[in-house]
């Protein structure tokens, strides 16, 4: 792509983003937009087909990523139960790593899918993670029981519970927007705070 055009685009897609925070999609339009980007509504749709495209193009490199570090993860504990390591190092790597290299690099992002997509596919993107990762999590438990782990099942609901109490405790401090340094401290605040709890109700020595 030409440079000028490279350059008119990195400019809408600013415009975006912040029309996007600003308002959220539902209250978002073209016509702001383009006065942002210093362009025509005609001229935006040289970039995009529509609204629901450009708010796709904010949150989906994000969602493919964590999408991705979620993959990663799954294979490397699975790979590491294939060694039968003892109990307590079945939990090394966890959510609020992926908060840390995933997320925090796009925050804006982040709160545009979780606080600003109302009226989008993603509107119930915390609910849809929340239940993808109890599937996960009970499949690897029962996997752990098939290892011959003393592990504790818990029922669908008490994950639920316990994983929607839990990400929105890590969520927090990025919703409210503090520095990084914040975000870290809080992180690391809520990971001492609930993991020794997850190892106690999975009977974790």
Same mark, same amino acid.
């Given at each position: ?11 809408? +897609?600013?415009?975006? +983003? ?8 539902? &209250? @978002?339009?073209? #016509?702001?937009?383009? =006065? ?9 749709? %040289?970039?995009?087909?529509? +609204?629901? @495209?450009?708010?796709? @193009? ?5 969602? &493919? ?6 993959? #990663? ?32 690099? #796009? #925050? &804006? ?8 997509? @109302? ?20 499949? =690897?438990? %029962? ?6 782990? !003393? ?13 929607? =109490? ?6 927090? !401090? ?6 990084? =340094? ?24």
């Amino acid at each position: 792509m030409p440079r000028d055009k490279t350059l008119s685009h990195e400019k809408v +897609k600013r415009a975006i +983003k912040e029309e996007f925070l600003e308002k959220g999609y539902e &209250d @978002a339009s073209i #016509r702001s937009i383009g =006065a942002r980007a210093g362009m025509t509504s005609a001229g935006l749709y %040289r970039h995009y087909a529509d +609204k629901e @495209a450009m708010f796709n @193009a904010m949150v989906e490199p994000l969602i &493919d990523s964590i999408k991705e570090w979620t993959r #990663r993860h799954k294979s490397s504990k699975y790979a590491i139960l294939e060694d039968n390591v003892p109990e307590d190092k079945l939990f090394g790597e966890n959510f609020v790593d992926m908060i840390k290299e995933v997320i925090l690099p #796009r #925050r &804006d992002e982040f709160i545009l899918l979780i606080s600003r997509s @109302a009226g989008t596919k993603y509107e119930n993107f915390i609910h849809d993670y929340v239940e993808d990762n109890q599937k996960e999590f009970l499949e =690897a438990v %029962r996997y752990l029981k098939r290892k011959g782990y !003393p592990i504790e099942e818990l029922d669908e609901e008490e994950v639920h519970m316990l994983l929607s =109490a839990y990400l929105t405790a890590c969520f927090e !401090p990025i919703i409210h927007d503090y520095d990084e =340094a914040r975000v870290i401290k809080y992180l690391n605040t809520v990971q001492e705070f609930f993991m020794p709890g997850w190892l106690k109700i999975m009977g974790v020595k």
